[in-house]
């Protein structure tokens, strides 16, 4: 059986990554269809560049907000397994989100939360922490597992353990010029973070300039009505704010997102992107 062609450099990733393991060179051009369902929602957060996160306690302001903000040009929605009737707005998402916008989970605690809301057809899972597990749980079911870190030691460690995509939190502790510098380190430079925990759209262009590849936001993106009992007077402060300025943010986030994923297509030719190496792996360039 001919083996696939591979570049130095793609063996040099395929040796960091399963290091002295044995492996079957044949299969590495070989999908299955969890890995090649994780190739595809990989590019397609890359591609969207911010997951807006609806952690909410009035479901069905979240499920209003999740339709609205999918129909400014939002690609990517979180809702948080701590959200208020989480599995209702989720399949309520699901069903009614157009296909330009995945939807994933956030604040998964355990690997034995993954397989019910992998039947509600979720592409991506976040958690604050690493639970055991996690990581292998979510690619069983082609789901893209997002666990969390902070040192670089935590976050290698992570990446090493076959995390596509890293969490980093919480971010508003860091700095883009902190991860633009744990990047530059040698082979730390193909870790695929993802900044999320008090950022928001006024510093996306620095976490997209220092490498982050996707940034996680919450209520500085989404808005606080959805945390408020409909008609009660913090629903309405909220919602004066969401409409005399936070939908304008939104809508400016995203349109600056979609910008830089055009400039990204037009600037580098599709091979330079890593989830689409033959052999499956997703590094950062």
Not at 44 to 54: P, Q, R, S, W, Y
Not at 244 to 269: D, N, Q, V
């Amino acid at each position: 059986t001919a083996l696939p062609i591979l570049t130095r450099s793609q063996l040099s990733q395929v040796e960091e990554r399963f290091g002295k393991n044995a492996i079957d060179l044949t299969l590495l051009g070989q999908d299955s269809e969890q890995e090649t369902q994780i190739r595809s929602t990989l590019e397609h957060l890359n591609d969207a560049g911010v997951i807006a996160i609806l952690r909410a306690k009035n479901a069905d302001v979240a499920i209003e907000r999740g339709l609205e903000l999918a129909a400014m040009g939002c690609k990517a929605l979180e809702v948080t397994t701590d959200t208020t009737d989480c599995v209702r707005v989720v399949d309520e998402l699901q069903s009614k989100l157009p296909d330009s916008c995945i939807l994933g989970v956030g604040t998964v605690m355990k690997a034995e939360q993954v397989p019910s809301f992998a039947a509600l057809g979720v592409k991506f899972a976040l958690s604050p922490i690493a639970p055991p597990g996690f990581i292998d749980a979510c690619h069983n079911y082609g789901i893209v597992a997002v666990p969390a870190g902070f040192t670089s030691n935590e976050l290698w460690s992570l990446h090493q353990q076959g995390a596509r995509m890293i969490k980093l939190f919480p971010a508003h502790q860091y700095s883009p010029s902190l991860l633009k510098s744990v990047l530059s380190v040698g082979p730390l430079k193909n870790m695929n973070i993802s900044p999320s925990g008090g950022i928001g759209p006024q510093t996306a262009q620095d976490w997209w300039a220092a490498g982050a590849k996707v940034l996680a936001m919450g209520s500085n993106l989404v808005g606080k009505d959805i945390n408020f009992p409909t008609g009660s007077a913090e629903f309405l402060k909220a919602r004066t704010d969401w409409e005399t300025s936070g939908r304008k943010a939104a809508k400016e986030l995203f349109e600056r997102a979609a910008s830089r994923s055009e400039k990204l297509r037009r600037g580098s030719p599709r091979s330079r992107f890593p989830f689409l190496l033959a052999f499956g792996l997703f590094f950062g360039n």
